[in-house]
């Protein structure tokens, strides 16, 4: 197996971004990422596009297709992928992107992830998000998504009395961060007692307890790392790469206040990779609600079970804290459009470990850890990246 480096990063600007299409995002973002590698349509051997909810959204399903014509690239007859799994669907079509040019099948390939959220009622992009649920034992008997982790909450408070002022903590850290990212949807800052004191959506989650739903794109072009040098001075190697699954419905899982299949990914993607969560500078992890963030930090083993909201309180996800978390503002600041937000992520940690984050750069990252999950973590993958 060959060794697998990121070579060039395009993100948009995450939002209500009516004025352009799922193409145009796509297109912009792989665009950003291809001039910042240095390569040459003629270089690109295939391409694999996150996607979770076009035909429901925008009715265009064949999104791999149209990505690749709408950028050119029918030109070559490059094959094209669409990858969905819910809003794990930018970090899998990573993780597939990679396989590919480790397994020697590829040498170069564009990855990349968008959405349109935002061009359908409130209550149509609620149930499209519902989806990544079960349809048949959940959404359809009326659980929904903020329902559904709203019991996960209780769960991970009833075990390990998590507090609310926990939960806001991380809502508050997020948007300090994000208030630095010029792409975020929410880029300013908000108060602990807004979060605790804003719309309750469902006990114990509030409506700053939850990222939007955003529209965004968002692309990294992947290179077989003997050949990385030929285009860029500034390589970041994929380390490790690991993925997991679970129930889909909750009601078939032993404990409410866990996402197992988390644990099993970051346990793959660390094996691979020869490091520990103690090697980590910073990690981009998947808090489309804020206990998600908690419960990720404990499953990979960042912390300890039960001491995430505590350490989040004291400062040490922050940007100079001691495991500085969602520097680019996460979900809940940057934005969650579902295609695209585990490779935003990726993007994040690859300007870090290049030390071109700006303000809120990570004084000295060398490893990062992208976690990106779908539904409830009944799928899960997780990436290690290192400064080469």
Known sequence: MRDVSIIGIGVTKFGELWDKSLRQIGLEAGLAAIQDSGIKRKDIDALYIGNMASGATIQQEHVSALIADYCGLTNNNIPAVRIESASASGGLALRQGYMAVAGGFADIVVVGGAEKMTDVSD???????????????????????PSLHAMMAQAHIEKYGTKREELSAVAEKNHMHGAMNPNAQFPFPIKADAVSNSSMVSTPLRMLDCAPNSDGGAAVILCSSEKAKKFTDKPVKIIGSGQASDTLSLHHRD??????????????????????????????????????????????????????????????????GEIPINTSGGLKSRGHAPGATGIAQAVEVVQQLRGEAGDRQVKNAKCGLIENHGGTAATAVVHILEAE
Request: charge should be negative; hydrophobic fraction near 40%; avoid cysteine.
């Open 255 to 320: 404990d409410l206040g866990r996402m197992k299949a988390i644990k099993v990914a970051a346990k793959k993607a660390f094996n691979q990779a020869g490091k520990t969560a103690k090697d980590l500078d910073l990690a981009e992890i998947h808090d489309n609600y804020t206990i998600t963030e908690l419960i990720a930090l404990e499953e990979i083993g960042i912390f300890k079970k039960g001491e995430a909201g505590m350490k989040t309180l004291e400062g040490m996800t922050r940007i100079n």
């Open 123 to 145: 209550a149509k992009s609620a149930y499209t998000n519902s989806m990544g649920s079960d349809e048949q034992w959940e959404s359809q008997v009326g659980a929904t998504f």
